[in-house]
């Protein structure tokens, strides 16, 4: 099974910046697109990033210009540095992403597990 692992999450006060990781496990063939969402308690949850296997992105209007998706194929791994960071930043941080492994024929989606960033006032 295809693994996604989140890291960098934390406390923060506003201003203050932070740089998730989201790292895919052994198997992986290719990974396609991938995402960052974010949803905060009561909310819904909102794609924040994306980023295509060949580097272009696309953000959501509350975070353009703060926070910088990018990804390393080599190591299977995806970015969020995030600036800038504001109280309503806070949510619980996942990454989604299409993958093709050695265990299936075609692409699937897969999550992390989410990683919680606090930003305080």
């Known amino acids: 099974q295809v693994q996604l692992v989140e890291s960098g999450g934390g406390l923060v006060q506003a201003g203050g910046s932070l740089r998730l990781s989201c790292a895919a496990s052994k198997n992986i063939v290719s990974i396609n697109t991938m995402n960052w969402y974010r949803q905060a308690p009561g909310k819904q949850r909102e794609l924040v990033a994306t980023?295509?296997?060949?580097?272009?992105?696309n953000y959501a209007d509350s975070v353009k210009g703060r926070f910088t998706i990018s990804r390393d194929n080599a190591k299977n791994t995806v970015y969020l540095q995030m600036n800038s960071l504001k109280p309503e930043d806070t949510a619980v941080y996942s990454c989604?992403?299409?993958?093709?492994?050695?265990?299936?024929?075609?692409?699937?989606?897969?999550w992390g597990q989410g990683t919680q960033v606090t930003v305080s006032s």
């Open positions: 989604a992403g299409v993958i093709l492994t050695i265990l299936t024929a075609l692409p699937e989606q897969y």
């Open positions: 980023i295509t296997r060949g580097g272009s992105t």
